[in-house]
């Protein structure tokens, strides 16, 4: 029987599903952690009502990782109307929550959903307790939940839980048993950095067999991220798990057209500035691949396949795979 490599990724919002999209055609065993400090929109009002984690980048994730993803988008994404009962939640939301006032458990919920769906991947919940993130800017403002962190019109200092938060234990033995940990794009401060403060976290990553990798954000995020480096974007993470963790970082330096650039000024936005010499004093390897597109609606993406090709070709040890 062959043996798979282990891939994990780590992530929330829309970019971690970028990834899964990609993966989940690999010959790899799949998981992926989602973050649940998601506290706006539906996902918020969700949440405050049946006192659980979130729903909706768990959603999302299930839609990137199904067989069948076309049609269980348009199910999954469907919104009632705002004026209906039901309040303009997505169906996908309210399946989540039904499963999970039935089991219990939101990671129960959660895999009962990936089976029922024929999904092979994993779907870990980063944490199965209620969480609220708070942000603290450079000025000293405490910003209290994740939806409110990006309006603060103010650098962002740190993330943080006002009381310690723990990573399930089955969450911390996929990470020290993995060959692969990818670290997802998306916003650093509210859907990767949430994960990592987590108890538990560091020391399994400490601890991991594999290599851990960085993709890192093609344009800089209003509000979070605006006017960061690749190097900025290491740095925040390296504070919260320390210097010796990521050992590859994967960007694009290609250049991309000034009109494309130009849209994304004009909304405080730019795109993200690769120093590869920095890069390479702070001891990590640097992949600059050909991985993002530009989409119908004139904005950069990070390209699914040709993501997962590159993520695929960074696992080690592959005489131990596939023999």
Known sequence: ????????????????????????????????????????????????????????????VLIALSDVEPIIEDVFQYRFKEESSIGAHPLGNLLIMAMNEITGNMGVAVDRLRKLFNIKAKILPATLERVVLYGETESGEIVEGESNIPLAQERIKRVFYRNERVAPEENLKVLEEADLIVFGIGSLYTSLIPNLLLKGVKESLEKTKGKVVYVCNAMQQPGETEGYSAVDHIEAIC???????????????????????ERYRKQNSDKVVVDKHELKKRGLKVRDRDILEIDSKGMVRHHPYKLAATLYSLINNWEEFYV
Do not use: C, H, Q, W
Request: glycine letters at 12%; charged letters at 30%.
């Open 239 to 261: 504070e919260v798990i320390g210097d010796k963790i990521v050992k590859e970082i994967v960007v694009d330096t290609r250049e991309i057209p000034e009109e494309i650039l």
């Open 1 to 60: 029987m062959n043996k798979k490599p282990k891939v994990v990724v780590i992530g929330g919002g829309s970019g971690i599903s970028v990834v899964l999209r990609g993966l989940k055609y690999l010959p790899v065993e799949l998981t992926a952690i989602v973050s649940v400090a998601d506290d706006g929109g539906s996902s918020g009002a969700l949440r405050k009502e049946f006192d659980s984690p979130p729903p909706g980048d768990l959603r999302n």
